[in-house]
């Protein structure tokens, strides 16, 4: 019995490794032709194995979607019994892939729901873009979108502006809908080219420090000031571009502290979609997955709807995959 049991063991052992070649969706698909396939392809190490090995080449990852943490920082022994650490579902629902096929199967009338509401005259969405990424990066993410028109078509230019904090751009998404981008940046342009020139950081003069205390630690806490607290206020959602650059340091307890700061339900109406552009300068530079940055950030602690998009500020590389989610979103808030 001893020998049946050892080779029965070899077996699996020789199966896992030949299924392991497979692709998921060709596991999926060998699943669906048997009973005993169906339960051979659902083994949660080789769906472990397909998670780790995947997640650094997704683009894109939102509220829905992210993979708990203790998949990375556990053994495989210590989750494995947990009914909460079906793999292969959370590789399912996580992939782009299986996001967007999930996405392709909703009812149809959503298009004809938002069709109709086209025909309805309202303002265009108004986004708050900030963060360090619009600072940091050796190209400048709103020049390119600003010069782009191929890509992204600039319908108006700001008639006024916040001083020497930011200005609201107009732009046209795939020659239909409108929206605004208000940019916030940190510092006045002067201080932020200084800063860059003596290769310092400049001082953030869109938020203050707040002294908060949790349980017998200090808590880092930050409020925005009264100009940006007036954005804050009017505006259908935001856009905080993060440095995804692997070779920079980041803090990004302090960057989750600026991000709740703007996005406090006291400033507006709750539940307002906020999209992370994790971006690079360009294509060469080696970038922190999405799904990395999205669990540093710590966004599973956000009660907003938000999604993260890896973005290249050169060439505008997954731009518009961000804009098209954010503008759906936006507009099931403005329909509700």
Known sequence: SSKTAALDGFQIDVQLNIMSFLS?????????????????????????????????SWTSV?????????????????????????????YKRSCPQGRRSLKSSRPRYGSVTSFLQSLVTHAEPRFAMFGPGLEELDNSLVQKMMTSPEILLVAGLPHRQIHGIGSGVSFQFNNNQKFNIVTLYSATSVERRRAREEQAVAVNKMFYQENSTVGNQQAMHYSVIAQVRKVCEVVDGFIYVANAEAHREHDRQEELARILAMIDPALGPPNRPLLVLSCVSHVGVKRIPCVYVAHQLQLDLLHHPWMMQDTVAATLDGLLNGIEWLLEEANCKSAQ
Not at 35 to 56: H, K, M, N, S, T
Not at 65 to 74: C, T, Y
């Open 62 to 90: 939102d509220w829905k979607s992210l993979p708990d943490g203790e998949i990375f920082n556990k053994a495989f022994s210590e989750v494995s019994d947990n009914a909460l650490y079906d793999y292969m579902a959370v």
């Open 24 to 56: 998921p969706q060709d596991l999926c698909r060998l699943g669906s032709t048997s009973c005993y396939w169906r339960a051979a392809v659902q083994d949660p190490l080789l769906w472990r194995y397909f998670l780790l090995r995947d997640i650094p």
